[in-house]
């Protein structure tokens, strides 16, 4: 292998706590480009047509590319696969956070875990090793709790988190993974995946340099690419204002989903949520995933507005504002933090939610079937209690 891989794939089986190690050749990296390639094939080599979403046989991929930790602009994104339990078929996601570049860096190009653990787990990869550890005491935790206890348990607070929260453990159909509390498996449930498997999360830590090649040529390339980046105006929007500078000329242009996708003007609403009054109002600061020049996701620093994991982007604003059209921004942004806490999919919440606030309003559904709560538009308050009877999986949220 010249460079981009270490050629080692760690095959985990947490029913009997054992690890393989697979390696690979040039002509495999190259048939399976990149994370989600080495996911299909890892993926589909194993789960076959009859194997359910939840069964110990499925087999969830954690993968990185060939540039993974080369310190190369926006490099830091890796991708989770697995068969999907919402859809019950091909189940893909791709995420920011330190995750991918720390998991390259322990000597791992992908990480794919078959089998449950008879109790709560996680898992401590560091350094080419892999220890089963007990995560008893944080089943039960959100995401944002849990990143932190499991920086402390392994002493170190450089390590990078991918876990679940109480809506991965319950097995909602969109659970998320989240790392480092602000980049996220958002699609197609591998949080409910983990969730199945007795697996709380990933504590990833590596000290490793994983091999390039052609040092001079990468980086002669790197340069090229990085001055086309950094002149692109969208770089610049997004550096300075986040996702969240979408959602105003996205309104403009009819793009922007409006009371379950039926609306195609909301521009009193759309301004109230997006820039300029989101910077406004919640003083963000940048938060980069690693390797990113970007940096579009936000750590909010107004206190009013509390939030533990990163600000809500674009595509939250979008389905769990304007297409429930919620133009309360302290409750999108509460909101938003309870999803990422509980680690449930903003878009998938607001989908199911502008379907139910829909039928409410049509009358297809009364206060008998929703537990008493009215699913009228624009109700923030609404919102916020569902997002907790959905991942606590309590009447109308258990659908
Ligand atoms: S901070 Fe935003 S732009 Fe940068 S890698 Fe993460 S998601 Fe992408």
């Known amino acids: 292998m010249k460079g981009g891989y270490w050629g080692r794939i760690a095959w985990v089986n947490l029913t009997s706590e054992s690890v393989r190690i697979d390696e690979f050749d040039e002509e495999f990296a190259k048939k399976y480009l990149g994370g989600v390639g080495f996911g299909i094939k890892l993926v589909s080599d194993i789960v076959t047509k009859n194997v359910d979403p939840f069964s110990p046989r499925n087999v969830l991929v954690f993968a990185t590319g060939p540039y993974q930790a080369a310190a190369i602009a926006s490099a830091g994104r890796w991708s989770a696969c697995a068969r999907s339990p919402l859809t019950g078929y091909w189940g893909e996601s791709n995420a920011g956070g330190h995750g991918g570049p720390e998991l390259k860096k322990a000597g791992f190009d992908a990480i794919a875990i078959v089998g449950r653990a008879e109790k709560p787990t996680y898992l401590w990869i560091h350094d080419e090793k892999i220890e089963f550890r007990d995560a008893s005491k944080y089943w039960g935790m959100d995401t944002a709790e849990a990143t932190d206890a499991l920086k402390e348990d392994v002493g170190d607070k ?56 052609d040092p001079d040529k990468l980086k002669e390339v790197y340069q090229e690419v990085l001055n086309k980046v950094m002149k692109a105006p969208f770089t610049k929007v997004n550096s300075e204002d986040g996702q969240a500078a979408a959602v105003v000329p996205r309104e403009e242009n009819g793009l922007l989903p409006m009371k379950n996708w039926a609306q195609d003007r909301w521009p009193e609403g759309a301004k109230k949520i997006g820039t300029p009054r989101f910077t406004e109002e919640l003083k963000p600061a940048r938060w980069p995933c690693a390797y990113c020049v970007m940096g579009c996701h936000r750590r909010i620093t107004n206190p009013e507005y509390e939030s533990k994991t990163a600000g809500p982007e674009y595509e939250t604003l979008a389905m769990i504002g304007s297409n429930l059209l919620i133009d309360d921004l302290k409750a999108l942004v509460r909101a938003n933090d309870l999803c990422n806490r509980y680690g449930i999919d903003t878009i998938e919440v607001g989908g199911v939610l502008g379907w139910a606030f829909e039928a409410y309003g049509a009358g297809v559904m009364g206060k008998e079937e929703t537990d008493g709560i009215e699913l009228k538009w624009g109700g923030g308050e609404a919102l916020i209690t569902m997002i907790e009877k959905i991942s606590k999986r309590e009447g109308l949220g258990d659908l």
């Open 158 to 213: 450089n390590a990078s988190v991918a876990a679940i929260g109480p809506a991965g453990e319950n097995l909602v159909r969109y659970a998320v993974i989240a790392n480092d509390k602000h980049g996220f498996f958002g699609r197609t449930g591998l949080g409910a995946v983990m969730g199945s498997k007795n697996l709380k999360a990933l504590v990833i830590r590596g000290t490793g340099k994983p091999p390039i090649a």
